[in-house]
């Protein structure tokens, strides 16, 4: 019998304590019928937690986040719901389940579809009305099957370096995985929880942090293996060449700079597979420390964008997908995305730069405006959609309903990634807010700038000075094989293409304290105005603070 059933795995998970080894789920409208369940499941299998609702739209709530669920019940003599689209809607919630339906015998043959039935070959029939024994046969059978499935048949040894532990709270942001999920019950022992490219349940994830676990664990297998040797080994050369730049040479400025861009799209590509992992944390800390010491070393932005290595397929338009540079893998090329990395990286340089002009750069506020920039615009995939600033875009009309939605949601997406990180007080809020503008037209939320905070309207500032300056970069780098002007020795596209940023930003950002940033900005320019000549060969025609 089921009640009888071992759980040495599941007691052993450490610093849990599992008060009930699998919970059911029972709808029905007559209190009577409920509470008799609740008495027999008491009686006869006090380890199953019965719950109970008396109609779909009830029970839709408690069986989203209360689950998961190893046995439903349902009774066909519902008035409100049809048994068979109870059962299709439930399992759709909480995947596939055995199903007991109760009721009279002519209620469940007239009621219950046939394929509804079929579906689990463990769905049981219990007639109203039950005996005891049918009751317990009829429990006894449908909780062996989900026992089986969830954890004798998942249960398996492993060796811990094989996987990477991922904060549970990551998969609050996914329907779905390209990767098994476990957790750990024993020492060496995980359980699948979630099955690579399925969809699972909000529930699912809900249940395990009521029961105190903190983390699951994804193997390292093809991609993520990659994703992962990537994060160790461009973590490693940034922590080597960090201790370094007070002395580095600018050809060997322009590698850490390569290299922080090259990080930021390892981070993208993981962040957006699986959430945030501890090597991701290090890593970002890494490219926030190391960025603030080169800014300090080149003591402006201007210097920066003159030794900043802009990838060249930057220039053309690719059709909407993230621009890349190829890295290989055994031989085979893998296509690795820059164009947002390199938007992120400037963006935090630019912010550095209104700080400075501010005299706000305290550490704390720099290491904001780093993991701010970082991961912005991370849970994007389509880079197309960064495109976009507001939400009524006549242009947007040919893209898919689920890639709008993905364009209103990213802000919001990114800041609870951000909640992954410790030190990073309000870094959430900045970025929940990079997409609003200052008359309120910008979403998620129509704030306008006295809505504001001061530390997310800087990072507003960075990041459009940031957008304006690539899009500006682009088209003088299209047109330098064309243009008399682009030709001259002395022409900076870099010092150009922000003249006109800054000219961009000063008419949209023109008002409250917005138009103070965009003049923190400038000033910074002027005080380091030996810095950001040193590219134009002595031209007055190229400069930026005259």
């Not at 409208?29 to 380890?47: M, Q, V, Y």
């Not at 060249?312 to 055994?330: I, L, P, V, Y």
């Not at 690795?336 to 938007?343: M, Q």
């Not at 849970?379 to 939400?391: I, W």
């Amino acid at each position: 019998m089921v009640e009888g059933i071992k759980v040495s795995y599941l007691s052993k998970i450490r610093g849990i304590s599992y008060d009930y080894f699998m919970k059911a789920f029972y709808i029905g409208e007559k209190p009577e019928d409920s509470d008799h369940l609740l008495r027999l499941f008491l009686a006869h299998f006090p380890k199953v937690k019965l719950l109970t609702a008396d109609s779909l739209s009830s029970a839709q709530e408690s069986f989203m986040f209360e689950g998961p669920f190893g046995l439903l019940l349902i009774d066909v003599a519902l008035h409100k719901d049809s048994p068979s689209e109870v059962a299709k809607r439930l399992v759709d919630l909480g995947g596939n389940r055995p199903i007991v339906f109760v009721g009279p015998k002519n209620y469940i043959e007239t009621r219950v579809e046939e394929s509804v039935f079929r579906y689990n070959e463990c769905n049981q029939l219990l007639y109203r009305p039950f005996s005891v024994e049918e009751f317990k046969k009829a429990v006894s059978r449908a909780l062996s099957w989900s026992y089986k499935e969830e954890f004798e048949s998942s249960v398996i040894e492993v060796n811990y370096n094989d996987y990477i532990p991922v904060k549970i709270k990551n998969f609050y942001l996914f329907t779905e995985m390209p990767y098994d999920a476990y957790v750990e019950v024993a020492t060496n022992r995980f359980i699948k929880v979630i099955n690579k490219n399925q969809r699972y349940p909000i529930s699912r994830i809900t249940g395990y942090v009521h029961k105190g676990v903190k983390s699951f664990y994804l193997k390292k297998e093809d991609n993520l293996q990659f994703l992962s040797e990537l994060l160790t080994t461009i973590n490693e050369k940034i922590t080597k060449i960090n201790c370094k730049v007070g002395i580095l040479t600018d050809e060997q400025l322009t590698e850490l700079l390569l290299l922080q861009v090259k990080a930021v799209t390892v981070i993208h590509s993981f962040v957006l597979a699986v959430g945030v992992v501890q090597e991701v944390n290090h890593l970002c800390n890494d490219i926030i420390d190391g960025g603030s010491l080169l800014f300090d070393r080149c003591h402006s932005v201007i210097e920066i964008l003159r030794l900043f290595p802009f990838s060249e397929n930057n220039s053309e338009n690719n059709g909407g997908t993230r621009n890349s540079q190829s890295a290989s893998r055994n031989g085979e090329k893998i296509q690795v995305h820059t164009d947002s990395a390199e938007s992120a990286m400037l963006s935090y340089y630019f912010s550095l730069g209104i700080l400075q002009g501010l005299r706000w750069d305290s550490n704390i506020s720099r290491r904001k405006m780093g993991l701010a920039a970082i991961l912005h615009d991370s849970m994007v995939a389509n880079e197309k959609l960064l495109e976009f600033n507001v939400l009524n875009d006549p242009l947007l009309a040919p893209f898919k309903d689920e890639e709008k939605l993905e364009l209103k949601e990213h802000p919001l997406k990114a800041a609870r990634i951000a909640q992954g990180f410790s030190g990073y007080s309000d870094v959430d809020f900045i970025i929940e807010h990079h997409h609003e503008h200052p008359d309120g037209t910008g979403f998620p939320n129509g704030l306008n700038s006295s809505d504001l905070p001061s530390m997310s309207s800087v990072f507003i500032v960075a990041d459009r000075l940031a957008y304006e300056f690539i899009h500006k970069w682009k088209e003088l780098k299209k047109s330098s094989s064309t243009s008399s002007v682009t030709k001259r020795k002395s022409f900076s596209p870099e010092n150009a293409a922000l003249r006109s940023a800054i000219k961009r930003v000063e008419i949209v950002y023109h008002r409250g304290h917005f138009k103070d940033l965009v003049k923190a900005f400038g000033k910074h320019l002027v005080e380091n105005a030996k810095y950001h000549r040193s590219n134009e060969g002595g031209s007055e025609g190229d400069g930026i603070s005259g």
